[in-house]
């Protein structure tokens, strides 16, 4: 084998508290799932031990090559592992600083290729490598329904038994994740119950889920941009089952009770943010 083709999922989290400060990193508890969002890898063996990363859409070809997590993560598993290295290409779907985690799916996505293209089967030694490129870069290796504790690389998988239809809006403009926290840790706002959510999703409760879906940055992410507070109002007039936040933002996403009220809702939209119908995976 030559080379491999890697779908990197994206995610969207369904609770975010924040639980405290671990050093200079914030502590969470959130649930979250993968969406059938995805960037797609490819990669090539080299003879040397050189990494090269093309990227491509989204204007992620401005992204500096040492500040991408794709070569990070190459790095890191043919130090790791002492292969030969790799030339990697990586088709952007998902939108850049939208609380969906693409870079750390690109992260996981290169770990993962690079594995199945050198043959290594070493999940323990994958996880503390993915914990090195981002905090939620080991949850990403296998993606689902799972709750993240600590700084995100705590991984508790949860049996979901729902599929969730949600219509995302990505605002024009993001929100910095540092400005954010540190807005939060001014403002301390509600972060919500993962306990009762988690029951609810892993007994398929959809109603009792969409009640329980919350985000305890999104008041000091509207605060920074006020594309999100819009976006909130423009899916509450949908009617909804719930809206949220994901991430630090700046993505928004509303539940439907089923893809065809998703789909109308993305009909009738007429702002100004993108729009992305999703399903959970």
Not at 265 to 268: G, N, Q, W
């Given at each position: 084998m030559e080379s491999v083709r890697i779908k990197a999922y994206a995610k969207v989290n369904l609770t975010l508290a924040v639980t405290g400060i671990d050093g200079t990193y914030h502590t969470i508890d959130s649930i979250v799932a993968s969406v059938d969002l995805y960037d797609l890898i490819v990669i090539k063996k080299r003879k040397d031990r050189l990494v090269t990363c093309t990227m491509h859409g989204l204007d992620s070809e401005n992204i500096p090559f040492e500040h991408n997590n794709a070569v990070k993560a190459a790095e890191l598993f043919i130090g790791a592992f002492a292969t030969n290295g790799a030339d990697i290409?990586?088709?952007?779907?998902?939108?850049?600083?939208a609380g969906l985690g693409g870079s750390s799916a690109d992260a996981a996505g290169v770990l993962n290729g690079l594995c199945k293209l050198y043959k290594i089967n070493d999940l323990p030694k994958l996880k503390l490598l993915?914990?090195?490129t981002g905090s939620d870069t080991r949850y990403m290796l296998s993606g689902g329904f799972a709750r993240l504790t600590g700084r995100g690389g705590e991984v508790r998988s949860l049996d979901g038994k729902l599929k969730l239809n949600l219509l995302l809006l990505v605002?024009?403009?993001g929100v910095s994740t540092a400005q954010c926290y540190a807005l939060y840790d001014k403002m301390l706002s509600d972060a919500g119950n993962s306990d009762t959510a988690e029951s609810a999703l892993v007994s398929g409760d959809l109603k009792g889920l969409s009640e329980n879906l919350s985000n305890a940055l999104t008041a000091p992410a509207i605060v920074l941009n006020g594309e999100v507070g819009q976006c909130i109002n423009d899916l509450k007039a949908f009617c909804p089952l719930a809206v949220n936040m994901?991430?630090?933002g700046s993505g928004v996403y509303a539940l439907f009770e089923?893809?065809?009220m998703c789909e109308y809702?993305?009909?009738?939209y007429g702002g100004t943010a993108k729009t992305y119908r999703l399903k959970t995976r």
């Open positions: 290409r990586v088709y952007k779907n998902i939108p850049l600083g993915a914990d090195m605002p024009r403009t994901t991430g630090s089923n893809s065809e809702a993305r009909s009738r």
